[in-house]
């Protein structure tokens, strides 16, 4: 099975780059992030004409994310929302695919901290970890991949002193991500590629894309039971270089 987790930053401005990346390389699930649509503008047609079913949970002008099923692969739509509380912010897909919950998020950016947006984003990963933990106790096998919004590591920016104080790279952040790892989940990206300087976000100011300044915020953590199935993981930069790109990337997970 091929998935892919791509923030492609506004569904209407990017259409075409999605939908003729799609075709190309079909994968079997697909999961977009930032989709800047309540559905007035997700070409639900075009990708079901690809062959695709969509589970949409979105978002006029902000946030929003899709799960993407090639049709024939049997799936079940397992929730839209993560907090307890009205949920203002479209940021997150469960389905069930074989037995496995396939989980895409688009993690709050939490900019400026201290701050309302910092406090929610904390909050938001404090009900994502309890979701974890639990299947992790229960022995669940899960996925979960998206734009993190966490820069894990230093050698995960171009720059670890541009960021500091940012929201995406606080220490109380960055151990969000390591109480993940620490519970025996698995960032599939690092077990096949531990080196620096690869990133999925480009900021479009700056020439950040032509010097390569970037950071990786868009990961696939997998179970243990999903790893033990792990075939390969690859950042395709290629739609970087397109004419009126996303900022992000794909990160292609492939699986057995």
């Keep these: 099975m091929k998935m892919i987790s791509w923030n492609v930053n506004s569904i209407k401005a990017r259409k075409e780059i999605v939908l003729?990346?799609?075709?190309?390389?079909?994968?079997?699930?697909?999961?977009?992030?930032?989709?800047?649509?309540?559905?007035?503008?997700?070409?639900?047609?075009?990708?079901e004409a690809l062959g695709y079913v969509s589970e949409v949970n979105g978002q006029k002008g902000y946030a929003g994310v899709a799960t993407l099923v090639k049709k024939g692969i049997e799936y079940t739509l397992i929730s839209k929302a993560l907090l307890?509380?009205?949920?203002?912010?479209?940021?997150?897909?469960?389905?069930?695919?074989?037995?496995?919950?396939?989980i895409n998020i688009y993690a709050?950016?939490?900019?400026?901290?201290?701050?309302?947006?910092?406090?929610?984003?904390?909050r938001w990963y404090q009900k994502l970890e309890d979701k974890l933990s639990t299947y992790m106790?229960?022995?669940t096998p899960f996925l979960i991949g998206g734009d993190f919004?966490?820069?894990?590591?230093?050698?995960?920016?171009?720059?670890?002193?541009?960021?500091?104080g940012d929201a995406l790279f606080t220490k109380e952040i960055r151990d969000?991500?390591?109480?993940?790892?620490?519970?025996?989940?698995?960032?599939?990206?690092?077990v096949f590629d531990s080196n620096a300087l690869n990133y999925t976000f480009w900021d479009y100011q700056a020439g950040a894309w032509q010097r390569n300044n970037g950071i990786r915020i868009?990961?696939?953590?997998?179970?243990?039971?999903?790893t033990d199935r792990l075939k390969g993981c690859v950042i395709d930069k290629e739609p970087r270089a397109l004419?009126?790109?996303?900022d992000h990337v794909p990160v292609i997970l492939e699986i057995n």
């Design 20 to 47: 003729d990346w799609l075709e190309s390389h079909k994968p079997d699930v697909a999961f977009l992030q930032e989709l800047k649509t309540d559905g007035e503008h997700y070409p639900f047609d075009e990708i």
């Design 84 to 102: 307890e509380e009205p949920e203002e912010q479209a940021r997150f897909v469960e389905v069930e695919i074989d037995g496995i919950r396939m």
């Design 108 to 122: 709050p950016n939490g900019n400026p901290q201290p701050s309302e947006k910092y406090d929610y984003k904390l």
């Design 137 to 139: 106790r229960n022995e």
């Design 149 to 164: 919004n966490i820069i894990p590591e230093n050698k995960d920016c171009y720059d670890p002193n541009a960021w500091q």
């Design 176 to 190: 969000i991500y390591r109480r993940m790892i620490n519970s025996g989940m698995v960032d599939a990206f690092r």
């Design 218 to 226: 868009d990961h696939f953590l997998l179970s243990p039971y999903v």
């Design 243 to 246: 004419d009126k790109p996303s």
